[in-house]
């Protein structure tokens, strides 16, 4: 957003510069384990890659990781895994970016959209019951705002049915589901890299399982369906040299560049989890004593390493709109921003069948959510700023 946004609430922003919503932290460590690599002699294809996979495992649990160029790539290969294909359906939240169903739609699948707890935001184990049907096939459980999805009850309502249960955990990574890693508990579990995640390479991604059978199909679709794995080969080979195509892969690999960031990043992870739960607790105790705001509700069963702090307008108890509410928050210089936009409301979803009122409570959700700042390099100065912002344009648009 470019233009100026006037000041909405008079007198002097509480900021003279700008806060934006999510920022990466970039230290001395990441930028030698980068020029390492650039001095080395790979680029990509290299021994970051195999690194990074172990690394992923110890943190999580996991059996195995596969790292991939991003996180929609993991997605993807993920429902190849787990034999995604036409005529099949996969349910999964509206509350998510789009990735999260596009990834059936890769398939030739059809996404099917659960609703959400009104209170956590996640995705509805009931709801999800609810849809199962003969030609479902998979779930994707987004774990929203960094906060577990009840992977319990959705693992048994999968298992009933004989589905596969694979956990978008694009905002998860450092998080805790009844004290295991999330990442070693779905039958799959999709990583994000991206900038604005907890832990960045940039761009990149992983999908981390326990199930051998995924993880040989996993390296196989990241890259082009190419094998120098003998056990695999159909034909004799010719000699050292040879690899073989045996199924249709994408070239979804992650350079050595990449791998070795998040490495460095993933070394930080605990100091990163520690600051945002303590800017999280900030926020929560701030804006719990606002009638025109309502606190996202945390389960027991997670302990959380937050990716978005959602603000949540009580609008009967304000005299403008959420609209209203962001550009008066981005004219004090903070500037916020809104996940999601429920998936169906795109043209491109509606143009294949979709239409408003399939789930009604993330429909609400979304006309009432803004978020906030939250990132590792913000100071205490910063929180208070955005707590300030937000107790300014609440009070001084209270009913």
Not at 27 to 44: F, G, H, N, P, R
Not at 63 to 80: D, P, Q, R, W
Request: net charge negative; with cysteine; aromatic share 10%.
């Amino acid at each position: 957003m470019s233009k100026q946004i006037p000041a909405f609430c008079g007198g002097k922003p509480v900021r003279d510069t700008k806060l934006f919503y999510g920022h990466q932290y970039i230290d001395e460590a990441d930028i030698q384990a980068v020029t390492d690599v650039l001095k080395s002699d790979y680029l990509t294809c290299g021994p970051k890659i195999g690194e990074l996979e172990e690394k992923l495992c110890r943190i999580t649990g996991a059996k195995y990781a596969v790292a991939c160029s991003n996180g929609t790539a993991a997605l993807h290969i993920a429902c190849l895994a787990a034999g995604i294909e036409p005529g099949d359906e996969v349910i999964t939240t509206p509350v998510t970016f789009a990735a999260s169903a596009n990834c059936a739609l890769y398939c030739g699948a059809r996404p099917v959209f659960a609703d959400i707890h009104e209170d956590t935001y996640n995705i509805d184990p009931k709801s999800v019951e609810d849809r199962v049907n003969g030609k479902t096939k998979a779930v994707v459980a987004v774990d929203f705002t960094g906060q577990s999805a009840e992977l319990d009850e959705l693992q048994d309502i999968c298992r009933n049915h004989k589905l596969v249960l694979i956990e978008d955990g694009a905002h998860v990574i450092g998080t805790k589901y009844k004290g295991r890693a999330n990442g070693s508990i779905a039958d799959m579990t999709t990583f994000s890299f991206h900038p604005v995640k907890t832990v960045t390479g940039g761009e990149g991604g992983a999908v981390l399982t326990n199930h051998e059978e995924y993880y040989r199909k996993l390296m196989l679709y990241r890259t082009h369906g190419i094998t120098r794995d003998t056990a695999l080969m159909e034909h004799e080979p010719d000699g050292s040299w040879y690899y073989e195509q045996v199924d249709l892969g994408y070239n979804y690999r992650m350079t050595d560049m990449q791998a070795a960031l998040v490495i460095s990043q993933l070394d930080k992870l605990q100091m990163f989890s520690e600051r945002r739960k303590k800017i999280v607790a900030r926020y929560n105790e701030a804006f719990s004593g606002l009638p025109q705001i309502a606190v996202q509700r945390e389960i027991p069963e997670s302990d959380t390493t937050r990716h978005l702090y959602i603000l949540r307008l009580v609008l009967e108890k304000l005299k403008i709109g959420r609209k209203e509410f962001f550009d008066a928050l981005w004219a004090e210089n903070i500037c916020c921003n809104v996940h999601y936009i429920p998936v169906y409301y795109f043209p491109y979803y509606q143009k294949l069948g979709y239409e408003k009122g399939s789930c009604p409570k993330a429909e609400k959700l979304y006309e009432e959510i803004i978020s906030l700042p939250l990132y590792y390099a913000m100071t205490d100065k910063d929180v208070e700023d955005v707590i300030l912002a937000v107790t300014k344009v609440a009070e001084y648009y209270s009913l």
